[in-house]
């Protein structure tokens, strides 16, 4: 599976939107970029995924370049709630599939 | 919505003993997942589990781990022989099979303290 980059951390104000990017650029054709985010040590939270549209949901938007060498995740209100650590996680398609975590970027969103 | 479910909530034990953790995953679900995460490090995969056998299986799940889905709706994790290193928070994680790509989705974990 491709490597991702993150940066370590990134800072938002309560109520802009928060853009985190992400670097993936040894992804591979049948790649798909996964986005999780992990709330003080719960358990990983699945926020939206694709593999080379746009995509939203009602947590985020994910825009993936044409080139699919990186992509970003928007949260379009940030809220206090949404301080986690987000993972950009790259990974092939197939049954029971490992996701292999790296060490994301922590997002704190500022009153 | 439905959850994954995880028991305990909190596990402590002598090293050396023997324990179980359990997970409940979503109902139709098939696909099911360990992770763990040591205290300030990424999280790891262990074990993945699909009609009744291992998937795919890391070098951390060594021996000393087993897997078993002993009734239609509990996925266990057990540890043989604890160590002072097994110390983590393990997540039980599930999917469903839904075409080319699986979303797994995790439980709360389990905060295993080996003494």
């Known amino acids: 599976d491709a490597k991702t980059t993150q940066p370590p951390s990134m800072d938002c104000a309560e109520g802009r939107a928060a853009n985190l990017p992400c670097n993936h650029s040894?992804?591979?054709?049948?790649?798909?970029v996964y986005w999780y985010r992990q709330i003080h040590s719960q358990g990983p939270q699945y926020i939206i995924h694709?593999?080379?549209n746009n995509e939203t949901n009602e947590m985020a938007s994910l825009i993936i370049t044409e080139d699919r060498k990186s992509s970003t995740l928007i949260l379009p209100h940030a809220t206090l709630r949404d301080t986690a650590v987000y993972y950009c996680?790259?990974?092939?398609?197939?049954?029971?599939?490992?996701?292999?975590f790296g060490s994301g970027t922590q997002l704190t969103v500022l009153p | 919505e439905p959850e994954v479910t995880q028991t305990p909530s909190h596990q402590v034990t002598q090293m050396g003993q023997e324990v179980i953790l359990r997970c409940v995953p979503i109902?139709?679900?098939?696909?099911f997942y360990w992770y763990r995460q040591i205290l300030g490090q990424k999280v790891e995969f262990l074990v993945s589990?699909?009609?009744?056998?291992?998937?795919?299986k890391s070098e951390i799940f060594d021996d000393q781990f087993s897997v078993e889905r002993p009734d239609g709706s509990n996925f266990t994790l057990k540890i043989r022989s604890t160590k002072l290193e097994d110390s983590a928070m393990y997540f039980c994680?599930?999917?469903?099979?839904?075409?080319?790509?699986?979303?797994?989705?995790f439980g709360p974990g389990t905060r295993l303290l080996v003494l």
């Open positions: 589990f699909y009609n009744n056998e291992i998937s795919e």
């Open positions: 109902s139709n679900h098939l696909y």
């Open positions: 996680i790259v990974a092939r398609p197939g049954s029971a599939r490992q996701l292999t």
């Open positions: 040894t992804i591979s054709g049948n790649e798909y």
């Open positions: 694709g593999l080379k």
């Open positions: 994680a599930s999917s469903a099979e839904a075409g080319l790509m699986e979303t797994q989705y």
